[in-house]
T-cell receptor, first 111, second 113 residues
Framework: TQLLEQSPQFLSIQEGENLTVYCNSS?????LQWYRQEPGEGPVLLVT?????EVKKLKRLTFQFGDARKDSSLHITAAQPGDTGLYLC???????????FGTGTRLKVLA | DVKVTQSSRYLVKRTGEKVFLECVQD?????MFWYRQDPGLGLRLIYF???????EKGDIPEGYSVSREKKERFSLILESASTNQTSMYLC????????????FGSGTRLTVV
């Protein structure tokens, strides 16, 4: 069974600090996605990483896919209150159209 | 922009009622999904569909059914609502190629009393 575990589960930081969120699995994924979900809304896709070792940047957010395609990280530089939300990683399960989702990291950035 | 529209943001229903949750997407996506999201349990897949009139059970299909008569519309039906079906319901769609991720709707918060 493919599983995605995220750490930490909760993170509360001050505005301006840096942080890293991790998404780990014992299984290989063909791609991984990162989503952000704000309270009362559906998750919004931030990025898809496909190639092992790939790094993608989205303004202050940096996403990395592990060389073995079993893990990924999300680094936020100089966090802002607008970054507050639930961050989810997800990946397609082998041979199906279904995605599995990570356990989520709930981030709160205090002004 | 791809849009996935869920018909209601908030619903309150009584125990035993039949409940319909509607989802429409406007980008010709082949795949559509229904999830529920509960604190501490994350996102759990109820049903998905990869083509018109095709459906497959997800991880927690009990007490639910679905209908996909048109490519753009995927309906979730609670046959007889129960209090343990109080949850946030999320519809999503994706292309057939499995690699591009989902587009989610804004969700329907259902309360069964």
């Amino acid at each position: 069974t493919q599983l995605l575990e995220q750490s930490p589960q909760f993170l509360s930081i001050q505005e301006g600090e840096n942080l890293t969120v991790y998404c780990n699995s014992s299984s290989v994924f063909s791609s991984l996605q990162w989503y952000r979900q704000e309270p009362g809304e559906g998750p919004v896709l931030l990025v898809t990483v496909v190639t092992g070792g790939e790094v993608k940047k989205l303004k202050r957010l940096t996403f990395q896919f592990g060389d073995a395609r079993k893990d990924s990280s999300l680094h936020i530089t100089a966090a802002q209150p607008g970054d507050t939300g639930l961050y989810l990683c997800a990946g397609p399960t082998s041979g199906t159209y279904k995605y599995i989702f990570g356990t989520g990291t709930r981030l709160k950035v205090l002004a | 922009d791809v849009k996935v529209t869920q018909s209601s943001r908030y619903l309150v229903k009584r125990t035993g009622e039949k409940v319909f949750l509607e989802c429409v997407q406007d980008m010709d996506h082949e795949n559509m999904f229904w999830y529920r999201q509960d604190p501490g349990l994350g996102l759990r897949l109820i049903y998905f569909s990869y083509d018109v009139k095709m459906k497959e059970k997800g991880d927690i299909p009990e007490g639910y059914s679905v209908s996909r008569e048109k490519k753009e519309r995927f309906s979730l039906i609670l046959e007889s609502a129960s209090t343990n079906q109080t949850s946030m319901y999320l519809c999503a769609s994706s292309l057939w190629d499995r690699g591009g991720g989902y587009t989610f709707g804004s969700g329907t918060r259902l309360t069964v009393v």
